[in-house]
């Protein structure tokens, strides 16, 4: 059974730093290209950065690009967020999700983590 | 970036009834077009993809139907375990993956 933990999630201050990180067990994962994945009541589910199986190409929305780094551990079966210069508009429910097919870089998310919650505020 | 409309936000429906949810493309996805269900507490979970395949573990009462901008979600004879938030998803341009603000769908 695919199963993924997202933890890490904290309340931190504006331009505060935190790491997110997902464990990932029931499948290959170093197979699969992952996504960190992030909902707000306002804005609904918004897409935040992808990584590909191998490490090698990375993504980013354009609200988080130049302050969050995505990567990922294949040996320890685990994808991280690095979340710097964090804004209150950070504040969200953050999921990763796994690629439903392995080995694309493209495609859709097949499973998705229960989620952590970061909070930005004061 | 395309964006994803869904209607009606909220949904009121009888268990056994049919439910149907629409989600609007502002540029066509081919068929790169996926739905999600969602309850509270709990991790998303893919229904559909291909905009009418469904996934791995879904009853027959789920279908979806659609090509390019139009899209609709049924659920023939809803149960109890049915009513939660449905999200529709393109996945045809890329970045950034796009999805629509959901539709609710509640007991009436």
């Known amino acids: 059974e695919v199963q993924l933990v997202e933890s890490g999630g904290v309340v931190v201050q504006p331009g505060g730093s935190l790491r997110l990180s997902c464990a990932a067990s029931g499948f290959v994962f170093d197979d699969y290209t992952m996504h960190w994945v992030r909902q707000t009541p306002e804005r609904g589910l918004e897409w935040v950065s992808l990584?590909?199986?191998?490490?090698?190409?990375?993504y980013y929305a354009d609200s988080v690009k130049g302050r969050f780094t995505i990567s990922r551990d294949n040996r320890k079966n685990s994808l991280f967020l690095q979340m710097n210069s964090l804004r209150t508009e950070d504040t969200a429910l953050y999921y990763c999700a796994k690629n439903l097919e392995p080995e694309i870089t493209a495609g859709l998310f097949g499973h998705w983590g229960q989620g952590t919650l970061v909070t930005v505020s004061s | 970036e395309i964006v994803m409309t869904q209607s009606p936000a909220t949904l009121s429906v009888s268990p056994g009834e049919r439910a149907t949810l629409s989600c609007r493309a502002s540029?066509?996805?081919?068929?790169?077009l996926a739905w999600y269900q969602h309850k509270p507490g709990q991790a998303p979970r893919l229904l559909i993809y291909g905009a009418s395949t469904r996934a791995t573990g879904i009853p027959a009462r789920f279908s979806g139907s659609g090509s390019g901008t139009e899209f609709t979600l049924t659920i023939s004879g809803l149960q109890s375990e049915d009513f939660a938030v449905y999200y529709c998803h393109q996945y045809n341009n890329w970045p950034p993956w796009t999805f629509g603000q959901g539709t609710k769908v509640e007991i009436k």
């Open positions: 990584i590909t199986w191998d490490g090698g190409s990375t």
């Open positions: 540029q066509s996805v081919s068929s790169n």
